[in-house]
């Protein structure tokens, strides 16, 4: 099998997108995001590959922008101007940053295959430089605006192969890996151990496991206002299904009959969240412990005490007497929800699923409401 870091983040995305783009190879549309940020990746590539250690100008940098400029996927001339003079902005910034200590790197756009869990996995490095004093740092651009907490930027999988090819590759192991945001202008600066590393090799074989085992289940997440697939997922095809016509009028209607009782049940639930807070006020203020409605029905307010036994407690009680196993279970929610985030091997979370007694899967109904989700 033969893997990048972009189709293992595309299956930890969504291991939909990663069959649509990588198994059906069905065609994506430029955008121009994809054309920015390529661009300036030519572009420094460009600005570093010198044989002297003397940075160009920044009207040469600018120029070289021109030539390697990406015209693809844009909606009309001014949106690609737009495009255009931001990226300008944004290398002004950087040969105002880098310009004056200008080195010529130990090695530029260096693509790499290296073999991990019997997977063979491709890369570039945009850029490895030589520390003064000793030692290397990998640099990779990145053209997001935000920058990412830093607790992402030390589980970042890209790194962490990154540092592996530099050991399988150069037989050196890296000092510094670096993500440099090229729009705020920042570096994030981290490096990896030998657990780190252990950790990556079993997020890619269970990556190649799966997708060996064809799970390739949909995933919703941000990124799917985005995706190109839309119209071959489940989650989104019956919407373009009904742009062409809708394929089953009957069935619109009951659905939305379903979404205004839902809709309903929300908003009744809603305002039973409002009443319970005045009345539990108003009997707390007045020492009440029941109110009468006008027909002689009445609300009771009885003491509800949530405890939680202390599993320490209980088992030095009960293991003395052999009862610690009657009182030990499995919480099916955890259960679920680790079943559910798809980080397990294919056998192991088989055998899960067969270890339940129900033997058949029955299906919720959710309501995914757009106009609730933007109050």
Not at 14 to 39: H, I, N, T, V
Not at 270 to 295: K, M, Q, T, V, W
Request: hydrophobic share 35%.
């Amino acid at each position: 099998m033969r893997l990048s870091y972009s189709s293992i983040s595309t299956y930890e995305t969504c291991p939909a997108k990663y069959r649509f783009q990588y198994e059906d190879r069905l065609p994506s549309a430029p955008s121009p995001a994809l054309s920015f940020g390529d661009s300036l990746h030519r572009t420094l590539h460009r600005f570093h590959n010198r044989p002297v250690p003397v940075a160009p100008t920044l009207e040469e940098l600018h120029g070289m922008l021109e030539h390697e400029w990406v015209s693809e996927g844009f909606r009309d001339p001014g949106e690609e101007q737009l495009y255009l003079d931001h990226a300008r902005q944004v290398l002004s910034q950087y040969h105002r940053d880098n310009a004056s200590s200008f080195r010529i790197p130990a090695a530029l756009e260096h693509r790499f295959t290296v073999e991990v869990e019997g997977v063979q996995l491709s890369g570039t490095i945009d850029r490895m430089d030589r520390i003064p004093g000793g030692g290397y740092e990998i640099i990779d651009y990145k053209t997001s605006r935000r920058l990412p907490p830093k607790a992402v930027v030390d589980r970042d999988l890209q790194l962490s192969l990154y540092h592996l090819a530099a050991r399988e590759v150069w037989g050196i192991e890296p000092e510094r890996l670096t993500l440099y945001f090229l729009l705020p202008g920042e570096r994030m600066t981290t490096f990896r151990t030998r657990h780190d590393t252990d950790q990556m090799r079993r997020r890619i074989s269970i990556v190649a496991e799966r997708i060996g085992a064809g799970k390739f289940e949909p995933r919703e997440n941000p990124l799917c206002g985005w995706c190109d697939f839309q119209a071959a997922c489940p989650l989104f095809r019956h919407k373009y299904e009904k742009q062409g016509g809708d394929p089953a009028p009957r069935m619109t209607d009951l659905v939305d009959e379903w979404i205004a009782l839902k809709r309903e049940d929300w908003d009744r639930y809603r305002r039973l969240e409002e009443l319970r807070a005045l009345i539990n006020a108003f009997c707390e203020e007045h020492g009440y412990r029941r109110l009468f409605g006008s027909d002689g029905s009445a609300v009771d307010r009885r003491p509800q005490h949530v405890t939680a036994p202390d599993p320490g407690r209980v088992r030095r009680i009960l293991e003395p007497m052999g009862l610690w196993e009657g009182v030990q279970s499995v919480d099916p929610k955890a259960l679920s929800s680790l079943i559910e985030s798809r980080s397990l091997p294919p056998s192991v979370e088989d055998a899960l699923l067969a270890s339940r007694e129900e033997v058949r899967t029955q299906y919720a109904l959710y309501l995914k409401d757009p106009a609730r989700s933007r109050r």
